[in-house]
Structures are given as structure tokens and as C-alpha cells.
């Protein structure tokens, strides 16, 4: 037997309207109604999976996206590209600061079934929320950053390689004595950008010093402590990587507050390739994401994830290219 | 008699903490206690300040944020400021970006009732959607730009003022042939803080001949193409005054793309105070606005409208301050 809305609007005595908001997850049921609808889904015989079907399908024509770290100028940008590629797919977009609670928020949207489905671009590995937010039963992709167990799509950079390849121009323009300035090791951008690095080195048969290795925490003034702490050495890197834009910033803008000119005293490479890098006081060597395609493939991801919920699980890698630009030259000084 | 909520525990026989999350808002108490506690704050007398009381209303725990333009590194820092007043008192943050659908989805969301109350932080005067959110009966603050006849309340720089004093500044160390460069006329900041510089100088017996005024579109790259429509005059400005620091970073490159040195070639001064505003690269000399306290104030009067629909409007202006680093110097040239 086949039980329509209609069946359970004349057992529960509500309107079919009713049946529809409780099966919508709509907040404006009272939670008598609510009860009497739930029971009579149970005495038709509706099965709670198809209750779960019905949320998971239902056109809220939302997608959540989970930023953190705003101020960095990626976000923003990142945003955009998501915020462009949904309305083509006329979604909307709904944000939450994963700094400002907003993994619990998404979380919670989820279950409301406020959302169609999660876009996480800055997931944390281990953070909990990711499975949490799986074992939900909702279509999610991360974008930008990935996570390497997650069970779930997943649309990045080939940060490794991009990496690898800023290490192999560095040495082939003739830096010997290069730093490493890091990113929190929770995110997988930051490991794999540090392990492509000194991957890419190490088959150039060079290394990265530990006392040239720093944790610049993806800011400005990550950036700029770090750099300032390593010119402070009795034997100061002539390049660093910075492995992103927003720290590579900050490493310009401490070397020049010594007095240190960028690139012929030091040469500084990031990794993005914001719109702000291209900026003439910048002018950053940097590793560009494909960042339009990038977010139109995790749009894509998604919808096809909320069309197939067994669809197999993909992970797409972008390819990045080196853009060189005024922050890079030949050291002064060989050693 | 001065009830705490000492009192209302003992009298509901409940927990402080109870009572302390009844007040606050908190989801994770049961209805019996919450009504206890009610009941005990009415037979105990306790009247509850505005802001208890606006939080104690809402349903959702969620305030909806709507913002534009956000690769204006002001918006971010905004969104950040406010989220931060939102965490204090137990508020989560959604938000949307109008440039891409967010007024609509702002307005569904309160039709819908998923937020408790919305500010806008990038009102365009004339647009239509505050107007509905009104109708609507949301509780609703602008925040940032104002609107001069909207019937909600505000909380704005004194921009007018701000705009003044970088005039007489730019004066006072010599600019005879200063140059504006204003923003999109259905924002109000761009509004007055061009009609503010304007009259600041008027008051000194000056004027900005029409050549030299532009709408740089509150963006970096407006900034730099105005700047060098401005450098190619016969006559160009010694000086700009720019309403925004977004739009004054464009004006900065610009300038040093054709050579131009800053300051002493050509003065520039923003309007916002980012944190980039002090990076090396730019420290560029602005208009601060007390992004912190305005913040605060736009959620705590939004509280006091969710607790009382019918409290008197208000419309609060927090002073900036010229914060002068170093793109402003005395013109090389006098005329």
C-alpha cells in the first residue's frame, strides 16, 4: 500500500498543509499537531525512512557553507567563487564563522533540515563535526581543505605538488638557505603544503633547517613575528614559503620594517594567488587555486550527492600554478 | 526590593544556572523549569532589563547578519565584531551576502521565522527589502550604513564629521588641489562622508573642482583606475581624500604604479581603519570607526526591540578618529 500525505492528513485530522510543514521540518507546527501527524505516519505504516527521505529530499533551495577565519583574504574570495556557482544552480547560500560557533549552527540546520546540504571549505581534522554532520545523514563537500579519512567528496588543490614546484624554483633561481613558514597542523591545506615543500627540496637533495621551520597560523601577523624571529638569526633565510597569501603578507611587510628589501635581501613566496597578491605593493610570487573551478565542482559534487546519496565518493585535485611576480629574485649573497 | 536571581531559584526551586539559562536564552532547559522560572520572576517582581527580556523572546537563538561587497576587507572585520557581541550573549550568526540573493534569503528566513531578528550592515538606501523586513514585523538595526528614513534603529559612525576633519587635515599641511573619491551614492556612508569632506572644506573657503571627483565603487580596483584618470589631468590633485580604505589601498598602487611616491608626491587618506590600513606596505592615514562598540550597540538594541516591539527609535553615532600614519606629508609642490 502506497500512503500519501493525503492518508495521513485525514488520520491525523490535520490539514494536508500541516502534514507537508511537519514533513518539511517547518518550526510553525504546534507540537500537538506535530505528534498526531507522527503517529499517524506510524499507524499507515509510513516508515520512518521515508520520513528521513522526505527531509532529505525536500527543496529548502539552501546550501550552508562553513567559513573560518574570515579575515584572511581567501575566505572572502572563496565565498564569492561559492556564493557565483550557487546562483547559476539558483541555491542560496547561507554562511556560518566556524570561529563563532558556527559548526554547531550548521549542525543544528541540518537537522532542522534547513539545509539542502554543507559545503565545508576550512574543516578542521578530528573536529568531530564533519562526521557528526555525515552520520546525519548530509550531503556534504569540503572544498579548500580536505580530510584525509573523511568519508565524503572532497574538491582541493593539489597543494602538495603546488608546493613541491615553488621549492624547485626557489632553488633553481639559487636560494640554498630557505625557511618554512607554516600553518596550524590541523588543517590538511597547511600539512600539505609543509610535506610538499620539503618533498620537493629533498629530491634536490636540500633540506629546511628546524630553526627556519615556523608556525605563522595562516595570518598576517603570523607572517610578520615569524619573519621577524627568523632575520633575527645569526644566519637568516634568504627565501621562505609561506604557506599561504595572508602570512606571505605579513613576511613582507616585517622584512620591510627592518628595512629590508623584497626580493633582492629576501625572497617570498605564498600560496593562493588572492586578488590582493597582484596588488603593485605586493606584486607576491605565489601558487595559484583554481578557485572558480574548484567551487564549481563542489556544487556540482553536492547536488549529485543529493540526488545519489550512494554515489560513489570522489576527491577532485585541482592543479595549481606557480605565478611569479615581483617578491622573488636571486639572493644577494650565495652560500 | 532588589530581586537577583538568587531569589528566583529558591523561589522556582530550581538552580542558579537554570535561571541563568532561562535568562539567557539557553535551548537546553526543560519547559517546566523555564516556566518555573518565569513564574518566579513574576511572583518575585523581577523585572527584567531590556536586554534580559529580548533575550528571554526569542525562539531561534539566531540573529540573520546580512552583508556586500565582502572582499571589502571592512566587511569581514564587521562580521567579525558582531559575531563576537553575538557570542556574549549566546546568539549564533547567519549570515547572507546580498550580492548574491542574501536580502531575499534574509527575508524568507524571517517570514519563516529562523531568525530572531536581522542587521543589515550594507543597506542600500531605496532597495525595498528593509522596508519588507519592517512590514514584517522584524526586529531589525542597521548597522554601519544608516538610512535617513527608515523607521528602525541605527548605529553609524558620525561619517559626516569624520569626513570633515580629514579635510581640514589635508588643509592644514598645505593641499590647495585635493581630489574625492567618493563611493555609490545609494550608500549612505559614501554619501556623507563625500558631503562631510566637501563642507569641511567649504568652511575653509575651498572646493573640490567637479574633475576632480570620482566613484571609485568602494573597491581597490576603482580606486586605481580613478586615481589614474586623476594623475593623467594637466593639473592633478596634490592629495585624495577616499570614502573608503578598500577603495584607498587602489589609490596607493595606483599611484605607485606610475611612479608616484605616497606620501610625498601624493596624499591619500581612507575611510574605516582595517587592520591593513596599519600593514607596512600601506600605513595609510584614515578615519577609524569604533567597529567594537558599534557592534555591541547594534546587538544590544537589537535585543531591546525583540524584548519591545514598541520602544522609541534610535539612531546612535559613534565618533571616528583621523588616525594619521604615513601617506599623508605636506604637498611638494604649492599652488
Redesign the interface.
Known sequence: MNVTSVDIARVAKVSQATVSRVLNG???VSEEKRAAVLAAMEATGYRPNALAQGLRMRKTS?IGVVVAG??N?F???A??AV??Q??RVDQ??????S????E??AL?AVRQG?VDGVIFTSVSEGSGTLDEALRLGAPVVLLNRGSADASCDQVTSNNFEGAAEAARYLYQIGHRRMGLLGGPLVARTARDRMDGFLHGLRELGQAVPDELVRDALFT?EGGRMCIRELLDLPDPPTAVFCVNDFSA?GA???A??VGLDVPSQLSVVGYDNV??AA????QLTTVSQQLDAMAGRAVELLLRRMGRQEAPIRHDRFAGALVIRNTTAAPARQI
Request: glycine letters at 10%.
Open positions: 517547518n518550526p510553525n539552501t574570515i579575515t583574504p575566505y572572502p574570495e565565498l564569492e556564493g557565483k550557487l546562483e542560496r547560500m547561507v554562511l556560518w564563522d570561529d563563532r560557533g558556527g554547531d549552527a543544528d534547513l598576517h603578507f613582507i611587510d616585517g620591510r620594517e586578488a590582493m596588488w603593485r605593493s605586493y
